[in-house]
C-alpha cells in the first residue's frame, strides 16, 4: 500500500517535470501553421497598454510574417532587458533601446547579436541609412543591429499661448523673458480663475528629458562630455553653463515658478498637470504639444499652446544650441544569434526589418488605416479621425518604426507640422555627445552608479540643501570613485580615434 | 519530562554507537512515512533555497551570461574589495540596521499591544470588526499605500499640506526631505502590517488557561495585573520566537517598499542594500558585484540570528533552533 502510494508521488513529480520541460520548448522562430514565418519581438512599450490587433494584422499581411509581440513597459526596460540578457530569453529581435547600459554594451561586444553591418546594402530601405548614422550606431566600429534612426534633437520649450495674451507678455527669447513669464504665470492669474493656483513651469523628476538638460543647452552646457582642441574630456557638470542651469531652477524653486515637488513628480502627472491647467510652461519634447493639447479637451478648452526653440541666456542668435538625444540613434533592434540560428533566417529578419522602412508599413504605424484612424488630404498631409481609437490600435507601434524621418505623409495638424518644423531646425543647432561611440569600460561598467552622485547633488543644489563648495565636493567623490579613469579612457580613445584619420 | 527519558535515548544511542549513519537509515526505515511528509518541505530547501546558493561563486568572477559560470573570468575578491572601499558601503550599512532597530523598537511591540487590547474587549461582535479593520491594509500591495502617501503629503495640493497651510503653518516637503523618509517608511509599516501581526500573538492569548486567570482573580489582581503577570508571561516564547524571526530577516526590509520611496533627495537615509542590489544588477547588469553585495548581506543577517538565538537561550527561553 505504502509502495503504491511513493510510486503514484513519483509518477506524479515526474509528469510535472515533463509538462514544465515541454513548455520551456517553444517560443523558436520557425513557421506558423498558415507557413508564414513567425518572428518574435522584445519590444519597447512607451503606452499604457500593447496595441490591439486590427493594425497589427495589416502589417503581418503586407509584410508576410506573424509577428509575436512581448512588450516590456518603458518604466522596467532596464531590468527587464538585463533578466533577458542573463537568463538568454530572448526573442528573434530585441529592442535595445538603452546602449549606454553596461550589460547591453557588453552583450553586444561579446557577439550576442549578429552584426548586419555587411548586410545592409543587400535591402532597398536599409541601404538608404546614411554612413553617419551606422557610425554613431556602431560599437568599437562593428553594427550589431538596424539603428533606430529618430529626429537628432527635439527638445524645446512649450507655453500656454492664451496665458501669455491674458498677461500680456510676448513669446519669451531669452532665459530672462522665459524668467519673467513664469514669474507672471505664478503670480498674475493666468487662467483668470481668481485664485492663485497655478505655477509657471510644471517639470518631473528627470535631469534629462524635463526641463534641465534643455535650460542648460540654452546656457550653453555641452550635451553630456565636452572635448576641447587639446583633447581634453570634460564632464558636462564641471562647465559653468549647468552651474548656471542650476541656478536658474533654484530660482524658479524658491520663487514658487515651478511645481515644487517636480523632484518626485512622473512624466503622467506632470502631462496631466499641465493639461489641467496648473501650469504654463512645460519643457521636453516638442511633439508633446499635440498630446498635451489631446489630454486638455474638455479640461481646458481655452488651450492654446505655443512652441519655442529658438531660447538664448544671451539673445544672440549665434548662441542657439539644443542638445541632442543619443545624437539621433533611438538604440538598436539587434537579432540575438541564440534565436536567429543562421544566415538564411537572419536575411529573413533583415527583410522584414526593410519591410517596416517602407512608406506603407511607416503610415500604417504612424497614422493608422485610412478613414478608420485618419484621413487624407490633397497634399499627402494625414489627420486622425479618431484618436481614442488610434492611441489604443496605432500609437503604441510608433516606438517600433526602425526610422521616422523622411516619408511623403505628413500630418496635416498644426500643431504637428509646427512641431516638426521646429525639430527639424533643431537639427542645425544640435549639440552632440562626443563621446558617444567612445568606448571607456568604466564607464560602461559604472557610468551609471557614478551619475547618481552628481544626479543626487544638483537635486540637492536646486532645492537650496547644498552650496557651491558642496556639488565641488560631489564632483571630487565622483571623480575619485572613478570618473578620472572615465575621463582618460574617453581622452585615450579620442587620440586613438585621432591618430586612425 | 526531559528528565525522565534519557535511559531510552541513551540505549538507543549504545545499540547504534558504532554505525552513525546505519542507525540514521534504520530509524528512517521505521518510520518511512514521517519522512515522507518531510520531503516536500526537504525537496524545496534543496531547489529553491540550497541549490541556488551554487550561484554565489559567480561574486568571485566578473560574470558575462553568456560565457556561463565556466567560461568567465576569475577576479578573486576584486568586488569585496570594491564593495568595502566604496564611500556608498557605509551609508548602505548604516541606512539599514537604523531602519531595522527603528522597526525592532517602534514596530515590534505594537502588535503585542494591539493584540493584548483586542483580548480585553468583551463585546464580540466589536472586537471582529476591529480586527478585520486593522487586518484590511495587510492585502494591499506597497505601490498602492505609497501612491495614497504621496496624494496626501504632497507639496502641490497635498491634503496634508492643505491643512498646515490652512492653519498658518509652513508647508512641509514630506516627500523630498531625509529627516521625513524614515518616520514616514515606519509609519507605513505600522498602518499595513500592525492589525496582520496581531493574529499569531491572538492565537497564543487564547490558549492560555483560564484557571490561571481565575487564581489571579481571586488573589485580587486588576485587569492591568492579569495582563502583566498572566498573559504576557504565557505569550513570552511566542514574542521570543517571532523576535528571533524577525532579527533573521533584519536585511530583507522590504525591497519594494523602501524603492518606492527613494528619491534623488533622500538617498543618502533611504538606499539599502536590497535598493542598491537592484539598481546595481538588474538595471545596471553588474550580476557579480551585486551578488556579493547579497552575499554579505546574508552573512550580516546569521550572524544577528545566531547572537539572538544564544540570547534567548541565555534568557532561559528555547530559541529557534
Not at chain 2, 117 to 135: A, G, K
Not at chain 2, 160 to 169: K, M, P
Amino acid at each position: 500500500m505504502r509502495y503504491r502510494t511513493a510510486k503514484l508521488l513519483a509518477l506524479t513529480l515526474s509528469g510535472a517535470l515533463l509538462l514544465s520541460a515541454c513548455a520551456g520548448g517553444s517560443g523558436d522562430s520557425g513557421t506558423n501553421a498558415d507557413g508564414k514565418t513567425t518572428i518574435s519581438w522584445l519590444n519597447i512599450m512607451h503606452t499604457a497598454s500593447p496595441p490591439t490587433d486590427t493594425v497589427l494584422n495589416k502589417i503581418e499581411e503586407i509584410t508576410d510574417v506573424d509577428i509575436q509581440f512581448s512588450w516590456i513597459p518603458d518604466a522596467s526596460k532596464e531590468e527587464r532587458l538585463n533578466t533577458s540578457l542573463a537568463s538568454g530569453s530572448l526573442a528573434d529581435i530585441v529592442s535595445l533601446t538603452i546602449l549606454e547600459n553596461s550589460s547591453v554594451r557588453n552583450a553586444l561586444k561579446a557577439g550576442v547579436f549578429w552584426e548586419v553591418g555587411p548586410y545592409l546594402d543587400e535591402f532597398p530601405n536599409l541601404k538608404g541609412i546614411s554612413q553617419d548614422m551606422r557610425n554613431s550606431a556602431s560599437i568599437e566600429g562593428k553594427l550589431y543591429g538596424i539603428p533606430m534612426q529618430k529626429q537628432v534633437a527635439r527638445n524645446g520649450v512649450i507655453l500656454r499661448k492664451d496665458w501669455l495674451d491674458h498677461v500680456g507678455l510676448p513669446v519669451p527669447k531669452t532665459t530672462a523673458e522665459l524668467m519673467e513669464v513664469a514669474k507672471a504665470f505664478t503670480e498674475q492669474d493666468p487662467d483668470g480663475n481668481g485664485t492663485n493656483d497655478t505655477t509657471g513651469f510644471i517639470d518631473r523628476s528627470d535631469l534629462v528629458f524635463g526641463a534641465f538638460k534643455t535650460l542648460g543647452s540654452y546656457f550653453g552646457t555641452p550635451s553630456g562630455w565636452a572635448i576641447s582642441e587639446d583633447g581634453k574630456v570634460t564632464p558636462e557638470f564641471e562647465s559653468e553653463g549647468y552651474i548656471q542651469a542650476m541656478d536658474y531652477m533654484k530660482e524658479l524653486y524658491t520663487n514658487g515658478y515651478i511645481n515644487q515637488d517636480f523632484a518626485v513628480t512622473a512624466k503622467k502627472d506632470q502631462q496631466e498637470g499641465f493639461a489641467q491647467g496648473k501650469a504654463g510652461i512645460y519643457v521636453g519634447a516638442l511633439f508633446d504639444s499635440k498630446g498635451l493639447f489631446n489630454l486638455a479637451q474638455g479640461v481646458q478648452d481655452d488651450m492654446e499652446l505655443v512652441m519655442v526653440n529658438d531660447i538664448t541666456s544671451t539673445g544672440n542668435e549665434n548662441d542657439r544650441a539644443i542638445w541632442s538625444t543619443s545624437n539621433g540613434v533611438g538604440g538598436l533592434l539587434a537579432f540575438p544569434k541564440s534565436e536567429v540560428k543562421d544566415e538564411a533566417e537572419l536575411k529573413r529578419i533583415l527583410k522584414f526589418m526593410d519591410d517596416l522602412m517602407s512608406e506603407e508599413v511607416f503610415t500604417l504605424m504612424t497614422y493608422g488605416i485610412k478613414d478608420v484612424h485618419y484621413s487624407l488630404d490633397e497634399n499627402n498631409g494625414a489627420t486622425i479621425i479618431n484618436t481614442k481609437l488610434w492611441e489604443q490600435e496605432v500609437q503604441p507601434f510608433s516606438s517600433s518604426r526602425p526610422n521616422e524621418n523622411g516619408y511623403a505623409i505628413v500630418d496635416a495638424d498644426p500643431l504637428r507640422i509646427e512641431s516638426t518644423r521646429l525639430i527639424e531646425e533643431n537639427t542645425t543647432f544640435a549639440v552632440l555627445n562626443p563621446v558617444y561611440s567612445l568606448e571607456s569600460p568604466t564607464f560602461s561598467e559604472q557610468g551609471s552608479e557614478l551619475q547618481k552622485i552628481i544626479t543626487d547633488a544638483t537635486y540637492k543644489y536646486i532645492l537650496g540643501k547644498m552650496d557651491r563648495v558642496g556639488f565641488q565636493n560631489a564632483i571630487d567623490t565622483w571623480r575619485k570613485s572613478g570618473g578620472d579613469k572615465i575621463i582618460t579612457e574617453y581622452e585615450a580613445a579620442h587620440r586613438a580615434v585621432l591618430n586612425n584619420k | 519530562m526531559r528528565e525522565s527519558e534519557p535511559s531510552v535515548v541513551s540505549l538507543q544511542h549504545k545499540a547504534y554507537r558504532n554505525t552513525g549513519l546505519g542507525h540514521y537509515l534504520r530509524n528512517a526505515a521505521s518510520n518511512k512515512l514521517l519522512y515522507l511528509m518531510i520531503l516536500p518541505g526537504f525537496i524545496y530547501f534543496v531547489i529553491f533555497k540550497y541549490f541556488p546558493m551554487g550561484g554565489l561563486i559567480i561574486s568571485f568572477q566578473d560574470y558575462q551570461p553568456y560565457l556561463g559560470i565556466r567560461d568567465s573570468p576569475w577576479v578573486g575578491f576584486k568586488h569585496f574589495v570594491r564593495l568595502f572601499t566604496e564611500p556608498t558601503f557605509a551609508m548602505l550599512l548604516s541606512n539599514t540596521l537604523i531602519l531595522f532597530a527603528l522597526e525592532l523598537v517602534i514596530f515590534f511591540p505594537i502588535p503585542i499591544i494591539l493584540a493584548l487590547m483586542m483580548n480585553e474587549v468583551r463585546h464580540r461582535l466589536f472586537r471582529n470588526s476591529i480586527q478585520t479593520i486593522v487586518y484590511i491594509p495587510h492585502f494591499m500591495s506597497w505601490v498602492i499605500i505609497v501612491s495614497i502617501t504621496y496624494v496626501f503629503l504632497s507639496v502641490d495640493g497635498g491634503v496634508v499640506n492643505e491643512i498646515i497651510a490652512a492653519l498658518g503653518g509652513s508647508k512641509i516637503s514630506f516627500l523630498t526631505s531625509p529627516e521625513w523618509l524614515r518616520p514616514m517608511y515606519i509609519l507605513q509599516i505600522i498602518w499595513k502590517e500592525a492589525g496582520w501581526s496581531t493574529i499569531i500573538y491572538l492565537a497564543a492569548i487564547t490558549v492560555v488557561d483560564t484557571q490561571l486567570y481565575e487564581a489571579a482573580e481571586m488573589d485580587g489582581a486588576s485587569r492591568l495585573r492579569k495582563m502583566w503577570h498572566v498573559t504576557l508571561p504565557a505569550i513570552r516564547p511566542v514574542i521570543i520566537t517571532l523576535l528571533i524571526l524577525k532579527i533573521g530577516n533584519t536585511l530583507e526590509l522590504g525591497f519594494e517598499h523602501m524603492y518606492l520611496l527613494l528619491n534623488s533627495l533622500n538617498r543618502e537615509v533611504g538606499e539599502i542594500f536590497d535598493t542598491y542590489i537592484f539598481t546595481a544588477g538588474l538595471k545596471n547588469g553588474q550580476l557579480s558585484f551585486s551578488t556579493t553585495v547579497g552575499l554579505f548581506k546574508g552573512l550580516v543577517g546569521l550572524v544577528l540570528v545566531m547572537f539572538a538565538n544564544r540570547l534567548a537561550k541565555k534568557l532561559g527561553e528555547d530559541g529557534v533552533y
